[in-house]
């Protein structure tokens, strides 16, 4: 593997643990300008958003979980800007909801900054905890 992958890799690292602190203005710093992000299904946080829509649209998830959601990557491979991430998240919402999710996320880095992220995950488990239907 290159130094690029690895570099990559390290990136899918840093932003995950930034996921899992909450921390804003770490992932606002590791975004390029022109990110696109795009969640899987059709839950109020689906679809696509820039950068903007991406951050103020964190709290709206990550605030559902009062002692934090953790994520833990289980395996990565990289190839060129492309990173493919598996990884699982824990966390207890405010209403006392276990939520365990698995997911698959595709990361495409430029110069050290995320320029394209994919979410994909369980949408019915995310439906039933978190949205509450």
């Known amino acids: 593997m290159g130094a690029v992958e690895e570099q990559n890799k390290e990136l899918a690292r840093v932003f995950v643990d930034a996921l899992s602190r909450a921390d804003t203005a770490k992932v606002d710093e590791l ?3 022109d990110v696109r992000l795009w969640v899987t ?4 946080f689906s679809g696509t ?19 934090g959601l953790t994520f833990q990557i289980q395996a990565m491979t990289a ?18 909801d276990r939520y365990q999710q698995e997911y698959h996320f595709l990361l495409r880095a430029r110069d050290g900054k995320i320029i394209e992220w994919r979410e994909y995950m369980d949408t019915e488990h995310a439906r039933k905890v978190l949205v509450g239907e």
């Open 31 to 33: 975004y390029a300008e």
């Open 41 to 44: 299904g059709s839950l109020p």
């Open 49 to 67: 958003k820039g950068k903007v829509q991406a951050l103020e649209g964190m709290p709206q998830v990550l605030d559902l979980f009062p002692d």
């Open 79 to 96: 190839e060129g800007e492309r990173v493919a991430i598996e990884a699982t998240s824990e966390g207890t919402t405010f209403r006392g």
